[in-house]
């Protein structure tokens, strides 16, 4: 189902950065190789396991071999996670080559499985090093954190039911690789369509998002059934584990030591009262300005005085060639790196059959370079995609491993800093237009990201539940927070709208985090309208603390407070408003 609501729209094409599953790296690792042969390729259980053998039989009774030894793990897992984001690059990029497929499967089901209880060995031998409570603080207080919870949530047992949960997850991403439609004489991806939810004839948005909704519907059996079985796994993890439910399990694995499900709920009630208004209140604007009553699902994305849609860019060539110069009028030094990216090959951005939907920005954890995957279809959704991964890409420049809460203030932020630039790619009203789309998607992103947390926390607090209460878990969800659109006569594809959410199959909990992120961005934005260069230096600083320090004192160092209530949220959202108000419709 498409565009359930603007924020939707954005939300489920949002981003998402490949999960890594390997022990963390000390921010400070360096970028040559000390310890993995210098152009090995770790591509095989038998050419990686030597290298656990010698970590495990080193000593490291005192700190300086605590250290190096720390170094030199992190290195190893760097090797080895880059060689399963070159397979899942690869994979993605191509979702029907078999050859790709078998490649990637053979990662998870062969060299992952034999990773994880050797990372556990070694976890388990640094925490009961007598240096480790004497390593400097500063510098592994995080390291020492993580590692401990790793090790107290790990169980043998788990390692297989982690396995069958990614096949899971391909195979998800190979139904949706593959949904296409025969529409307007050829045959499209579900991307592809999009382009056509902001034409201005009315009957043309129609039927471009019935027939999107029809493809999805077809497939919609085969999803519940993967989603199924991935609940019970999870709720299995989180049982093998000690915990109560996979909430519990999630928060301790994805190492939330700054907030709890309480927060979460908090949060999704601080929207509910601050921002569901004013996004209802823009969908009322629209209404009136385009003069329907009601509105329906597919006049969410059209322009309000029913001009042509933004064309920003016709080819990629185009996109990254404008996207540079805004790049370079953000930040010099960055505007460089993304040419380096350009120059290296770092970018596949076009949309083609065969790609798995979204996008994404993936690090070579090793050679310490990003990747950049995108859907582009020459929409504006593109040009703001592109310059998101683009953050994600400079933060992978400026250190190795972040947490995700902050890694989406990087992505977001950029957003934010270039807005002022979209001159490169619009002139005139038609960059007011850009700019109140954007201002807009803010608006809509949070009801969407309350949503889709709140349908977890539901999920897998009651994983005895049925698919019919998991509809009507969903239906409620989108009275609570949804907008004012009428679905009238397409209530199963609201009812499975869901299923479009890709992080609810592939990284689930993993959604708050966007909420989280953007309340960071919009204090950087906030500072950046004071003293553009200033909140850059400190945007820049932060990034380059990656992972070394824990969530406030990331934020801190942006010059943002780490704080989701409706303390933070509600003047921030009235920054937009004000904003939004200076612009034309
Ligand atoms: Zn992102």
Not at 190 to 204: C, M
Not at 231 to 238: D, K
Not at 388 to 397: R, S, V, W
Not at 407 to 425: C, I, K, W, Y
Request: proline residues 5%; negative net charge.
């Amino acid at each position: 189902m498409p565009d359930a609501c603007p924020g939707s729209a954005n939300a489920a094409r949002a981003d998402r950065r490949p999960e890594q599953g390997v022990a963390p790296q000390p921010a400070c690792a360096a970028y040559a190789r000390q310890f993995v042969e210098p152009g090995a390729v770790l591509n095989d259980w038998a050419r990686i396991e030597p290298y656990y053998d010698l970590l495990r039989d080193r000593n490291i009774d005192e700190g300086d071999a605590l250290e190096r030894w720390l170094v030199d793990y992190g290195e190893l897992a760097a090797c080895i996670a880059e060689e399963g984001t070159d397979r899942h690059v690869k994979m993605t990029c191509q979702t029907d080559d078999p050859d790709r497929k078998a490649a990637f499967l053979d990662f998870i089901e062969n060299i992952e499985p034999k990773c994880k209880p050797r990372n556990h060995e070694l976890n388990v031998k640094h925490t009961q090093s007598p240096a480790a409570g004497a390593l400097p603080k500063q510098r592994y207080r995080v390291l020492d954190r993580s590692i401990r919870s790793q090790v107290a949530l790990f169980r043998e047992e788990n390692v297989a039911l982690e396995t069958e949960e990614a096949k899971l997850a391909q195979q998800y991403q190979q139904i949706s690789g593959a949904q296409t439609v025969e529409f307007d004489g050829r045959e499209q991806t579900l991307p592809q369509l999009a382009r056509y939810a902001e034409e201005a004839d009315r009957e043309l948005r129609r039927r471009a998002w019935e027939v999107e909704a029809e493809r999805r519907l077809k497939d919609a059996e085969a999803l519940e059934e993967i989603f199924d079985r991935m609940v019970r796994l999870r709720h299995q993890m989180a049982l093998n584990a000690g915990c109560a439910d996979y909430r519990e399990f999630a928060f301790r694995n994805r190492q939330r030591f700054d907030y709890t499900p309480q927060d979460c709920l908090a949060f999704h009630e601080a929207v509910e009262r601050t921002v569901v208004p004013a996004s209802r209140a823009l969908e009322r604007t629209r209404r009136e300005a385009l003069g329907l009553d009601p509105l329906r699902p597919w006049d969410l994305d059209v322009d309000l005085k029913g001009r042509p849609p933004l064309r920003p860019f016709a080819t990629a060539d185009e996109l990254c060639s404008k996207v540079s110069k805004v790049f370079h009028r953000v930040d010099a030094e960055l505007g460089g790196q993304f040419d380096e990216m350009h120059e290296q090959g770092y970018l596949d951005l076009e949309s083609r059959k065969g790609k798995a939907p979204g996008g994404y920005q993936a690090t070579y954890e090793a050679s310490r370079h990003p990747f950049i995957f995108m859907n582009a279809v020459g929409v504006q959704w593109d040009v703001r995609t592109m310059i998101h991964e683009g953050g994600h890409a400079f933060h992978c420049y400026a250190a190795r491993s972040s947490p995700i809460e902050f890694a989406e203030v990087a992505s977001f932020g950029m957003e934010l800093l270039a807005l002022g630039r979209l001159d490169e790619f619009y002139r005139g009203d038609e960059l007011a237009r850009a700019k109140r789309t954007q201002l807009e998607g803010i608006i809509d992103l949070f009801p969407w990201v309350a949503t889709i947390d709140a349908f977890q926390h539901f999920l897998y607090t009651h994983p005895d539940h049925t698919r019919k209460q998991r509809r009507e878990h969903w239906l409620a969800l989108r009275r609570r927070f949804g907008g004012i659109a009428d679905y009238s006569g397409y209530e199963e594809a609201l009812a499975y709208g869901w299923q479009r959410q890709l992080h609810l199959f592939e990284v689930p909990f993993y959604y708050i985090e966007y909420g989280i992120a953007k309340l960071g961005a919009l204090q950087v934005w906030r500072n950046a309208l004071e003293d553009h260069g200033a909140a850059v230096r400190r945007y820049r600083q932060a990034l380059a603390l990656g992972g070394s320090r824990p969530l406030p004192e990331l934020f801190a160092a942006a010059g943002a407070a780490f704080d989701f209530s409706e303390g933070t949220l509600a003047p921030l959202i009235e920054l937009v408003q004000q904003e939004l108000d200076k612009l034309p419709l």
